[in-house]
């Protein structure tokens, strides 16, 4: 970490931050490319936003809250939605942290080859697809679903990433999206509010 760096800020990289990294690194080039990012205004969302559209990528980004499209706009998204089925031209590639409904419409919104990454499941809800989204109709075919865990190889160094997402928060070039900040005493406070979806981004809990 930088030697002045926020260590409550750099608490929030090594799972969220990672994780929106690594996904995208597997959709490949997305310079000019189309891409979908659901539960936007999450840990993960917010990161994924920010390093796609720092890509070239033009982001389409999904919030169920309304009032985060300003903020998802300032991140780099050029486009917001509440609801993936709101999305009238195809996407390349979707990182979805949702599951459930958002998963089966996301699928249905991309184009041929595209590939949708399922990184959460937050909805906690089953995702079931239709038989004719297999059919690869109206030319959409060869699309796949791909699951993702950041610690499914644990030989895998993070420190080069995490180095480099560490200097880009403390330069200010990266936004963690941290919400809610408050002393390790209020942890009861911090855990409630993340459980009942009150908060969007990162709750951090400094500890003295």
């Known amino acids: 970490m930088p030697d002045d760096a926020d260590l409550g ?8 931050g990672l994780s929106a990294l690594h996904v ?17 205004s999450g840990g993960v969302g917010r990161f994924a936003v920010q390093l796609a559209a720092r890509a070239g990528a033009e982001v389409v980004a999904i919030s169920g809250n309304p009032a ?7 991140l780099g998204a050029r486009e917001v939605h509440t609801d993936p089925a709101a999305v009238d031209r ?6 979805d942290n949702v599951g459930g409904r958002q998963l089966v419409d996301a699928f249905a919104s991309l184009e041929a080859h595209g590939t949708l990454f ?4 937050t909805s906690a809800t089953d995702a079931v697809l239709p038989p004719e989204a297999l059919l690869g109709t109206e030319g959409r ?12 190889d644990p030989a ?23 919400s809610w900040r408050g002393p390790w005493a ?22 003295n």
């Open 9 to 16: 800020a750099m608490s929030t990289l090594p799972v969220a």
């Open 90 to 95: 195809p996407v390349f590639t979707v990182l």
């Open 156 to 178: 895998t160094d993070f420190s080069a990433d995490l180095t480099w997402l560490a200097t880009e928060v403390a330069a200010s070039r990266l936004d963690p999206g941290i």
């Open 141 to 152: 075919h060869d699309r796949s679903i791909r699951t993702f865990f950041l610690f499914g």
């Open 24 to 40: 995208l690194r597997r959709a490949g080039q997305l310079l000019g490319r189309r891409v979908m990012i659901t539960g936007a």
């Open 68 to 74: 985060q499209a300003d903020g998802l706009r300032a």
């Open 118 to 121: 399922s990184v959460g499941r």
């Open 186 to 207: 209020r942890h009861d406070e911090a855990v409630q509010a993340l459980l009942g979806r009150r908060l969007h981004g990162k709750a951090v809990l400094d500890v």
